[in-house]
T-cell receptor
Framework: ETGVTQTPRHLVMGMTNKKSLKCEQH?????MYWYKQSAKKPLELMFV???????ENNSVPSRFSPECPNSSHLFLHLHTLQPEDSALYLC?????????????FGEGSRLTVL | AQKVTQAQTEISVVEKEDVTLDCVYE???????LFWYKQPPSGELVFLIR??????QNEISGRYSWNFQKSTSSFNFTITASLVVDSAVYFC????????????FGPGTRLSVLP
């Protein structure tokens, strides 16, 4: 079992659907992240939670709504998405302060919006 | 502002060749951390190495080696005697101490190792 688990691995949704991506980390880390990876674009940081508080929100549209109920779980709630939101969504966790801890990634959730 | 550049979009080599992946970074912080990650076709980014700004010593791990040069703001990655299993996208990343957990990734270099 990997240290960071993401479900579902693949998701197809219509523009009017509501769905959620789930991430769970088994590493005892204190920070969790959502990244978006689109074709031909660098990894984009979406949200960062440290000790269950959101510390980064990189101008992400409100149709993406994160939730971090505890230090081991992170959700990304999706509603009324657009086709351009189709991408690989990667969850990561880290331990350490001030950027010194490396990120551990899950395998990603491949989202297709029709 | 922090920025990471990987000028090589795609590289193809034949197995057993050596290959170097370039990474150039920009930062105004005096304390920062550099990373390399590998993304195989499965999608998961795999951590390879972390370097802090105070440690310019080059590192070797098996067939992998890293050359950190602050004078040129570069952190290059060399694979010696490449194998087909090295085929992946490789990302260089940077965090700054004053900006905590904001990892900035380069665009990645796709390496194809042909048999």
């Amino acid at each position: 079992e990997t240290g960071v688990t993401q479900t579902p691995r693949h998701l197809v949704m219509g523009m009017t659907n509501k769905k959620s991506l789930k991430c769970e980390q088994h590493l005892g880390h204190n920070a969790m992240y959502w990244y978006k990876q689109s074709a031909k674009k660098p990894l984009e940081l979406m949200f960062v939670y440290s000790l269950e508080e959101r510390v980064e929100n990189n101008s992400v549209p409100s149709r993406f709504s994160p939730e971090c109920p505890n230090s081991s779980h992170l959700f990304l709630h999706l509603h009324t998405l657009q086709p351009e939101d189709s991408a690989l969504y990667l969850c990561a966790s880290s331990q350490g302060v001030k950027g010194s801890g490396e990120l551990f990634f899950g395998e990603g959730s491949r989202l297709t919006v029709l | 502002a922090q920025k990471v550049t990987q000028a090589q979009t795609e590289i193809s080599v034949v197995e057993k060749e050596d290959v170097t992946l370039d990474c150039v970074y920009e930062t105004r912080d005096t304390t920062y951390y550099l990373f390399w990650y590998k993304q195989p076709p499965s999608g998961e980014l795999v951590f390879l190495i972390r370097r802090n700004s105070f440690d310019e010593q080059n590192e070797i791990s098996g067939r992998y080696s890293w050359n950190f040069q602050k004078s040129t703001s570069s952190f290059n990655f060399t694979i010696t005697a490449s194998l087909v299993v090295d085929s992946a996208v490789y990302f260089c990343a940077l965090t700054e101490r004053n900006y905590g957990q904001n990892f900035v990734f380069g665009p990645g270099t796709r390496l194809s190792v042909l048999p």
